[in-house]
């Protein structure tokens, strides 16, 4: 079958071809959509290949105070390399992703526009209260989804057939960051489940995200809230065990996961009330050991 | 379409390319490299593992119009004629080629990891490099052993 080609050199050119040809595809890293197509699972119109776009692939600090905007091709290799000291969250799952090859070449925009619940890098951006995805197109000037509206379903988001995803802004919080995952093995697995934490000192709120336990990321708000009202912020002592405890079983209550052939709902249910409370144990050592360096 | 890049330091132009073809097919089916090998087409095995502008990549996963205007790198173009590069020796004399299907891919991302390394990585670092390259046959210690002893020689960037 027949396919066209469509290389934009800049954002507007590529924004302009989306608009005429709402069926192509987008391309970014390609380690998901040059799976489906070697094996025959998509046959799209037109590829549209977003790497020979300069700007996707920067970020900078300098649009808003106390935030950050990473441009949707960012690779995971770059995200570690240049990202991994403001966001050591973001960071830790990326350095999950795949292989070297993959995080070589896979992109947080491609994460994104495929919206699978065990993306690894949508807890960690749930985490970030109030990070945004920036889309644009043609018709609609660039404006953002906050995260957490962004996914509607397993492998769907908010994205229109002329939209592309421009880029992602996060808060820097400078708190502790925390990511886990479970798998059969290091590398190369998807996740079974993963949570994410984000310690916000400043404004002394916690950021959950669940990854892989319910039809997409979630949040565990109430957990959040929860444990950000019982940590001792201002003496920095140990962490309550009964509080990590309750906060696990707060964070279990919230996914909303299935049977399937990496895992069953209780078993995802357990290793995430595990994972919150270990998550927390480490965030909150870190905490300690920067209260103590401040002190 | 037409794609035109640089493999292995010579300009190549390329025909009746299908737009949905991937930069492994091309390779080996078109330039007559066939040293990278197809095994998986989805990104787990490895074996097709090439530098695209200095960073290896799955070659299975780039679509062949991703790569226009690019520099690519295979395993056939890391030996000077009939000198093999020192990693190739080295994996010659460890044993780590057994059927060989796995080696151009892994000898492409333990190129990668010695020309980013100095002196001799620590094998937590060789196995993390080769994490996304499987091998069937060698059970990997004489890969990580070839690896160690071509990083003894001095093998670093080339
Ligand atoms: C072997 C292997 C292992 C993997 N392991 C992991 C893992 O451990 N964790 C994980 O989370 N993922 C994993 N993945 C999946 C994949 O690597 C990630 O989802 C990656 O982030 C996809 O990015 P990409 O740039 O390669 O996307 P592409 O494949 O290029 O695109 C993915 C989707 O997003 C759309 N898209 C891309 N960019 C844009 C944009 N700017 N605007 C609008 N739409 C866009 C595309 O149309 C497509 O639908 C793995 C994949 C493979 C092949
Ligand atoms: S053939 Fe490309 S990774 Fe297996
Ligand atoms: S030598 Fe046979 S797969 Fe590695």
């Known amino acids: ?295 | 379409m037409r794609v035109t890049f640089t493999v292995n330091g010579e300009e190549r132009v390329v025909d009746d390319v299908w737009e949905g073809e991937s930069l492994l097919y091309v390779l080996r089916e078109r330039c007559g490299l066939p040293g990278s090998k197809n095994a998986c087409e989805q990104g787990e095995c490895g074996s097709c593992t090439v530098y695209l502008d200095g960073t290896p990549v799955c070659a299975c996963l780039v679509a062949a119009g991703q790569a226009e205007g690019g520099t690519v790198r295979t395993v056939e173009g890391l030996a000077e004629g009939h000198r093999l590069d020192p990693l190739q020796e080295a994996f010659v004399e460890c044993g780590a080629v057994q059927c060989g299907f796995c080696t151009p891919g892994l000898i492409v991302a333990a190129h990668d990891l010695l020309a980013r390394t100095d002196g001799v990585p620590a094998d937590t670092e060789i196995r993390e490099a080769l994490a996304g390259n499987l091998c069937r046959c060698t059970g990997y210690e004489q890969i990580i052993e070839a690896v160690r002893l071509a990083a003894g020689r001095g093998a670093g960037p080339s």
């Open chain 1, 1 to 295: 079958m027949s396919m066209e080609f469509l290389r934009p050199a800049t954002w507007a050119e590529a924004l302009a071809m989306k608009a005429e040809r709402p069926d192509a595809r987008p391309i970014a890293g390609g380690t998901d959509v040059m799976v489906e197509l070697n094996f025959d699972r998509t046959r799209p119109p037109a590829l549209l290949d977003l790497t020979a776009i300069p700007e996707l692939a920067t970020w900078n600090t300098d649009i808003v105070p106390g935030w950050i905007r990473i441009g949707a091709g960012m690779t995971y290799t770059r995200i570690i390399e240049e990202l991994g000291g403001m966001f050591p969250g973001l960071a830790i799952a990326a350095r999950t992703v795949g292989s070297p090859q993959i995080r070589n070449r896979g992109t947080i925009g491609g994460n994104l526009g495929s919206a699978s619940p065990a993306g690894d890098l949508l807890p960690v951006l749930l985490a970030n209260r109030g990070a945004e995805v920036w889309v644009e197109s043609v018709r609609k000037k660039a404006g953002p989804y906050p995260v957490y509206d962004f996914f509607t379903g397993p492998k769907r988001n908010l994205l229109a057939p002329d939209e592309l995803i421009r880029e992602v802004r996060m808060r820097v919080t400078h708190g502790p960051e925390q990511f886990a995952k479970i798998g059969t093995r290091n590398a190369m697995v998807i996740a079974v489940c993963s949570f994410a934490l984000t310690l916000d000192p400043g404004e002394r709120e916690v950021g959950t995200g669940i990854g892989s336990a319910g039809p997409t990321p979630l949040l565990a708000f109430d957990a959040g809230e929860y444990l950000a009202g019982e940590l001792d912020w201002e003496g920095a002592g140990p962490l309550d065990d009964r509080v990590a405890r309750r906060f696990g079983e707060l964070v279990a209550a919230a996914a909303n996961p299935i049977d399937d052939v990496r895992g069953t709902a209780e078993y995802r249910r357990h290793a995430l009330s595990v994972m919150a409370r270990r998550t927390l144990g480490w965030a909150w050592a870190d905490y300690r050991k920067g209260a103590a360096e401040c002190a």
